[in-house]
């Protein structure tokens, strides 16, 4: 205690952490439930940085990173990449960005994210941050299976057998964490049911006030 060694061990610890306050909003709901779309509403609004944690995992699958193939073979087959591997892209992502408003999309989609992504020592991750509140956009299958079969971006898991398989483990796996914040109050709920504009409605009315708090 109170050693060199402490001393220096403690500074490379904090300096893996992000030294800014930051403000992380989780938005969560299934896929296909319209995510994406608002958070780049969000972003045009509200100045935050959208990370999409599928949208880092593709990015790194494509990269040529020795976890490519791992990366491939689990999203085709819906399942959720290990924590250690999203967490440190996400860690990454938020490094890079000069801004310290993050909406994290996609994330933690299980309860091993969710444990990974409070437990700081494990990742050194900088979101062991509790959220402000986790947006949760709740909508049918019918519609999202209906949206993702249109959705047009060439993505190898909008078929109909993985979006089977992405629907259930969104019931069994994803589901479980936001009953989790949502009994601890966190869960700001929307009807993603809706068209776009009407969404994005319901969607100012819970940044509204966080904007406020902010501002004054
Ligand atoms: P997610 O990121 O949750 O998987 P996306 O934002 O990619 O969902 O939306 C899936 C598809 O549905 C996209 O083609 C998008 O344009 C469309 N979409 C998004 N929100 C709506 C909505 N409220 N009504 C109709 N289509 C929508
Ligand atoms: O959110 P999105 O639909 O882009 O995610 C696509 C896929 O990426 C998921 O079905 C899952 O296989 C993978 N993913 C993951 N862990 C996350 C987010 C996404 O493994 N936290
Ligand atoms: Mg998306």
Redesign the pocket.
Known sequence: MGSVVDAANKEATESAHINKKVTVVFVL????????????NIVKHFGYTHL?A?DLLRAEQNSGSENGAMIKNVIKEGRIVPSEVTVKLLQRAMEQSANDKFLI??FPRNQENRAAQENRAAFESVIGIEPEFVLF?D?SEE??QK??L????GREDDNMETIRKRFRTYIESSLPVIEYYNSKGKVRKID????????FEAVKDVFAPLNDKVAY
């Not at 249109?150 to 971006?153: H, K, P």
């Open positions: 709901g299934g896929p296909g439930s319209g995510k994406g779309t608002q958070c780049a999409s599928g999309d996609g956009f909508c519609e999202m949206r993702i249109n959705r047009n971006q993603a049911t809706k068209p776009v504009e009407e969404v």
